[in-house]
């Protein structure tokens, strides 16, 4: 009889546990069901061509991939918009010829989150990553790939600030 009521109790249990999904989103899908993701324009001073149509397109498709929330241009129950602010190459480790080893290639983008379901978690707030290679590199041949790296690690935080709440 002790065993049947412990037993019991593990199989009712389940049922009372709170779910955890590995995506991180902790989104009411009964009042939250869209998010509008505008195009973000470059404004930087230097200017990548591919960089802002890469950067929408990264954040549209972690949402879509990660929640179930529809994505539209405007008018969703989530807004983000924004701009890219920064697209910046710095010179960084210099070798022993007075040249520079490594070069650091910047992005940083401002983001305005509107939540029109819960307004009080609206936000703007800038985001920022880098990425660096070796100097003797065209830029030409790595940004690209340097490009994707930081366009996902932005996307990534702005989803954890946005629907995930970590």
């Not at 149509?53 to 807004?79: A, F, H, P, V």
Request: with cysteine; hydrophobic share 35%.
């Amino acid at each position: 009889m002790k065993h049947s009521c412990v037993l019991l109790i593990f199989l009712l249990m389940p049922s009372c546990l709170i779910s955890y999904k590995f995506n991180g989103a902790s989104i009411d899908y009964s009042k939250t069901k869209s998010i509008s993701i505008a195009d973000f324009p470059n404004n930087a001073t230097l200017v990548y061509p591919p960089l802002s149509n890469s950067l929408s397109e990264g954040i549209r498709d972690i949402y879509s991939r990660q929640t179930r929330l529809q994505i539209l241009r405007r008018g969703g129950d989530l807004e983000l918009e924004g701009e890219i602010t920064n697209y910046q190459l710095t010179p960084m480790a210099i070798a022993a010829d007075s040249y520079s080893a490594e070069t650091k290639l910047t992005l940083t983008i401002k983001v305005r989150f509107t939540n029109n379901v819960a307004p009080e978690e609206s936000f703007e707030k800038t985001y920022s990553a880098f990425q660096t290679f070796d100097s003797s590199r065209m830029l030409n041949d790595v940004q690209e790939e340097l490009c994707n790296t930081m366009i996902q690690e932005i996307a990534e935080n702005i989803y954890n600030d946005t629907v995930a709440k970590w």
